[in-house]
């Protein structure tokens, strides 16, 4: 019967000692997540104070396997207004559009610029032509990497004929334009603040959101550990007595 009973407690042992290494290494893990978060969004700031780059500097760090994303940089063109195209999207609790504006480079490249949010009842440049903005521009913004495809299962897909897209495929906005592929730029450039004649679109929209919460998390399992390990404690010395 004794023997017995060192058995099951050496079991009971071991169980507690298992759940405790595993209680002990997901904390951990997550502490190591909070690092890594915690540098993205150190550098994710760092590029965005940074003096904007050239188009030509941001192309080539793209073409070379680099992250542009977040990236300040500046570009000018001339605006291809009558190939907007647009994104669903909320602004201040509002439905509407991002508009990506295909914007021409003197050498003919293209790169497409989302020039910020209108409502819904905007969406048509004929309702806010003063932001149809003609000449020569100069866009100052954040530069955004091109998606290789569709987030999630869960987005809708995109509705070409009707110009309207869930997701940023810039192959897709492009080839809906009928602008050669070739000369479209592989990264996206988000405007930022610039006032606009007539208010519309509104610019600097481009969010930041990582979510941070990997401390919390961390200190829910190390706090799991060593209530298992108070529990484990009093439950021997009650067996002692």
Known sequence: MAAMTRVKLAASGFLVLVALALLVSLGTWQMHRLAWKEGLIADIEARRHQPPASVE????????????DYRAMTASGTYL???ERRFL????????????????????????????????QKKEPSTRMGGQLLGL????????AKLAEKPSRLVPDNDIAKNVFYWKDLDAMAAS????????L??????????????LPIGGVTMIDLPNSHLQYALTW????????????????????
């Open 177 to 184: 334009t009928g602008i050669d592929a070739a000369k479209v």
């Open 186 to 199: 592989p990264f996206f450039l988000d405007a930022g603040p610039s006032p606009v004649p007539g208010g």
């Open 57 to 68: 500097d941001i192309d080539a760090l793209a073409r070379n396997g680099g992250d542009v």
């Open 89 to 120: 999207a909320t602004y201040d609790g509002d439905a509407g559009f991002y508009i990506y504006t295909p914007l021409q480079l003197a050498d003919g490249h293209i790169l497409f610029v989302n020039r910020g949010f209108v409502p819904e």
């Open 222 to 241: 190390y706090g799991l550990a060593l209530a298992l390990a108070v529990i484990a404690v009093i439950s021997v010395f009650r067996k002692k007595t």
């Open 81 to 83: 207004n009558d190939k």
């Open 137 to 144: 521009q100069r866009v100052t913004g954040l530069a955004r």
